[in-house]
């Protein structure tokens, strides 16, 4: 939803009608909101000084707008380059990477690369389909760490070219897993086994005459968006990534032969 400045008290007047609403039916069924821990955020571009909202009264609180809230694990500010979020990311991950470096010496190659799957890749690889489309500087940030991590596994040194090592590995970079994640994601949209709520976003590609296209498994192009933002939307990228795959891997039989003729499509 678009707001002019002018429009800023009417929607927040509306925000709060919504959350009495919310808390009505949260006291019916003996439940209690807490009113100091809500959050709002005005999310705008990057490029536009956003104007401020008026406070939004919730109970005997007044909440002000903040620049970053935090939903599922996931550091949100207001303009959506989900800095402060990539900051964690890398800080969590490279203290994972400190502490098993300092007991390396007494574990094997299995072992490390277990651990650096347990504290390491498991947070670079959570929630990171949101990263699509995020600045270069911010996905070099989480490869800087994928690197130090692959290189605590293999024992190799700095100044040793890091796209063998990752190969040796076999660990997809970082931009290659975030569209695997979504790759994987559309996968289970088409054979329907995605939530509801995501099989709804896309739909198939079904043109209005017989095309040579009609038998190759593809999705609807996404809405068209003026900004960065909306190309970054799962309705968008999906179909976008989904549809410059071959064929041979849209159209695999189950999700573990998807996984893997993807992944290998993705190191070529």
Known sequence: MVLKSS??????????????????????????????????????????????????????ANIKASDSAKDLGVVLDSTLLLKQHVRNICRAASFGIHKIGKIRKYLDRPATERLIHAFVTLRLDCNNSLLHGLPAAQIASLQRVQNAAARLVTLTRRREHITPILRQLHWLPIQDRICFKILLTAYKVRHGIAPKYICELLSDYTPAVNLRSSSQLLFRPGPRTKTKYGDRAFAVAAPRLWNNIPKTIRGASSVGSFKSKLKTFLFK
């Open 7 to 60: 429009e800023h008290p009417v929607a927040v007047n509306k925000l709060e009608m919504c959350v009495a609403d919310v808390r009505a039916w949260a006291i019916t069924n003996k439940l209690m909101l807490n009113d100091a821990k809500t959050e709002i955020v005005h999310f705008h571009s990057q490029h536009r000084k956003a104007s401020s909202l008026p406070p939004l009264c919730i109970g005997d």
